[in-house]
T-cell receptor, first 111, second 110 residues
Framework: NAGVTQTPKFQVLKTGQSMTLQCAQD?????MYWYRQDPGMGLRLIYY?????TTDKGEVPNGYNVSRLNKREFSLRLESAAPSQTSVYFC????WGEGYTFGSGTRLTVV | KNEVEQSPQNLTAQEGEFITINCSYS?????LHWLQQHPGGGIVSLFM???GKKKHGRLIATINIQEKHSSLHITASHPRDSAVYIC????????????FGKGTLLTVNP
């Protein structure tokens, strides 16, 4: 099925470990986003890529890096995980600001 | 920065009731989105609006650009409508970023 695929769905990390969250879309969307969702805070933008070859910081970029590998793929890396990064992470994509498609989320726990 | 406020934060209804969820924003926008998230689930886009009204099944979304306000209505509510409903806005520009409200938790009891 067409859509946004995120992996993994669940992950437990120890403080200081690193990991990469993968996101791929097959809808030829130009823009891709990484959000985190925390109770009482709503969805907050970590990083985005308005088009292939560009990336920019969002509201809460500290502790994260991203790579727009090609038009389909946009990965989020945690270099040294901290308990404050325990959250649910969503990848999303859109074509020129039209309807957004979200991935199913990655539930990350840092202990 | 656009501020997006939703009301109510929590809403409990009986099956069959008419539901209204409100969203207001502070700065002019290019589009407003209504999203649905079931508990522990992913996020689904319901509507994108830049003016007027849209209808899909039992769901109706309206927007008043002058008043910076949108409403999501659910007619003949059903327990499967129980979810968090999230309002989000595009404030324009070429990055198409969304600013989100904190969501409205709807519980529909049988």
């Amino acid at each position: 099925n067409a859509g946004v695929t995120q992996t993994p769905k669940f992950q437990v990390l120890k403080t200081g470990q690193s990991m990469t969250l993968q996101c791929a879309q097959d809808m030829n969307h130009n823009s891709m986003y990484w959000y985190r969702q925390d109770p009482g805070m709503g969805l907050r933008l970590i990083y985005y890529s308005a088009s292939e070859g560009t990336t920019d910081k969002g509201e809460v970029p500290n502790g994260y890096n991203v790579s727009r590998l090609n038009k389909r793929e946009f990965s989020l890396r945690l270099e040294s995980a901290a308990p404050s990064q325990t959250s649910v992470y969503f990848c999303a994509s859109t074509f020129w600001g039209e309807g957004y498609t979200f991935g199913s989320g990655t539930r990350l726990t840092v202990v | 920065k656009n501020e997006v406020e939703q009301s109510p934060q929590n809403l409990t209804a009986q099956e069959g009731e008419f539901i209204t969820i409100n969203c207001s924003y502070s700065v002019g926008i290019s589009a407003l989105h209504w999203l649905q998230q079931h508990p522990g689930g992913g996020i689904v886009s319901l509507f994108m609006l830049s003016s007027g009204k849209k209808k899909h099944g039992r769901l109706i979304a309206t927007i008043n650009i002058q008043e910076k306000h949108s409403s999501l209505h659910i007619t003949a509510s059903h327990p499967r409508d129980s979810a968090v409903y999230i309002c989000a806005v595009n404030s324009g520009g070429s990055n198409y970023k969304l600013t989100f409200g904190k969501g409205t938790l709807l519980t529909v009891n049988p």
